[in-house]
């Protein structure tokens, strides 16, 4: 077991690479480096190392929301990780495979689930195209979707665990690890990184990488590489009993148009849409209720008019105007490396993402081509279509 006590030691001098973040991207990240026989440094602005902007709770690992390739490639990597999770690392995640199902409205694109059904398949993940009333979730109503994508290995996790796990695992592997040192100021020379400032000192390194959530475009201007991240929040809400009631194998819903979450939560549901953050940040709860309730009006009756005794989680997270997140080398500051704008998916992306990271950093061709991916794509002429269909 680590020795957490270190994580409020003194800052090293040097360090051969400075990974700043909290959350699941930030500590698999630092894994795969350390285990790589780099000599990393995480830093993390808050007092936990491996606990990111969703914190703890449920999340959905095997969720697809759209058609990207390296999405898809990321996705079906760590899927098959987070499986191995228990027996690589000795921690249970509480992996309980509920399958994921993704709802189209009634004009949507069939034929491009079907292609993106049959990409996960040749990746090795199992997928298919079902008919609105063959989807295992008896709160649609079927008359309103055209069909639906099934990913039976999808499953859902404790996302925050997989972070605090990993941290752990990392810090053996000889990362060191430091909390509640945000980092202030990122030094630059020559055209490249020369140290990482924080107000418990400096540290020298040559390579940064940087993987904050909600100041992962702050981190990004300190080393003058623009990173177009925007602040996203997601609210959810528990209803009380629900007739019929959930059963253990009613799947991870999404409906992929308007963004609704739907998953069970003991005898009744959970459910929200995530909202884009602005000058209605400070928006009521009730009001998100509203907008929930809106959003499953049509096509989920039970959630329109189901008692909502409580609130539920809500997180605010980091996204990218298109959906998809920003991964990639600086071309314009030598030694910055960035792997942000996740939308509070990190720990479901964590270890494929962080395989890419530690290939970015040691130079080595990732398993995926992620330069599409990259910071500047929003400079050219036709960007890349969004995760969740955004542009």
């Not at 540290?203 to 940064?208: A, D, M, S």
Request: proline share 7%; with cysteine.
């Amino acid at each position: 077991m680590a020795d957490k006590m270190n994580r409020v030691a003194p800052l090293p001098a040097a360090a051969d690479v400075v990974v700043i973040g909290e959350g699941a991207i930030a500590a698999s990240a630092t894994f795969y480096l350390a285990e790589a026989g780099v000599e990393v440094l995480m830093l993390c602005a808050g007092d936990k190392a491996g606990d990111g902007a969703t914190g703890p709770g449920l999340g959905a690992v095997g969720a697809v929301r759209g058609s990207d390739p390296t999405m898809l490639d990321l996705i079906v990597r760590s899927v098959r990780e987070l499986q191995a999770f228990e027996e690589r690392f000795g921690r249970s995640i509480a992996w309980d495979q509920q399958g994921f199902l993704g709802l189209v409205p009634l004009n949507g694109d069939l034929t491009e689930l079907r292609q993106r059904a049959e990409a996960l398949t040749a990746r090795g993940l199992d997928a298919r195209v079902v008919a609105p009333e063959d989807a295992r979730c008896p709160y649609i109503d079927p008359t309103r979707y055209a069909g639906a994508l099934f990913v039976p290995g999808a499953a859902m996790v404790y996302g925050d665990l997989i972070g605090s796990f990993v941290t752990d695992a990392a810090e053996l592997r000889g990362a060191q690890v430091r909390v509640g040192v945000p980092v202030t100021a990122v030094g630059c020379a020559h055209g490249g990184i020369t140290s990482v400032v924080t107000d418990a000192g400096t540290v020298r390194t040559r390579t940064v990488v940087n993987c904050e959530e909600l100041r992962a475009a702050e981190i990004g201007a300190l080393a003058s590489q623009p990173l177009p991240v925007r602040p996203v929040k997601r609210s959810l809400f528990y209803t009380a009993d629900v007739d019929p009631e959930p059963w253990m194998l009613f799947p991870y819903t999404i409906d992929l148009e308007t963004d609704l979450v739907l998953h069970p939560a003991g005898e009744g549901l959970l459910f929200g849409v995530m909202r884009q953050l602005g000058t209605d940040a400070q928006i009521s709860r009730e009001s998100e209720l509203s907008d929930a309730r809106a959003a499953a009006a049509d096509r989920l009756p039970a959630l329109a008019t189901a008692d909502v005794p409580h609130g539920g989680p809500c997180c605010t997270c980091d996204d990218t105007p298109d959906g998809l997140p920003l991964i990639g080398r600086s071309e314009a500051v030598h030694g910055f490396v960035y792997a942000v704008g996740l939308g509070g998916e990190g720990f479901a992306l964590a270890p494929g993402v962080g395989q890419v990271v530690r290939d970015l950093v040691l130079g080595n061709e990732p398993f995926t081509d992620v330069s599409g991916l990259s910071a500047d794509r929003f400079e050219r002429p036709r960007p890349r279509r969004g995760w969740f269909g955004r542009r």
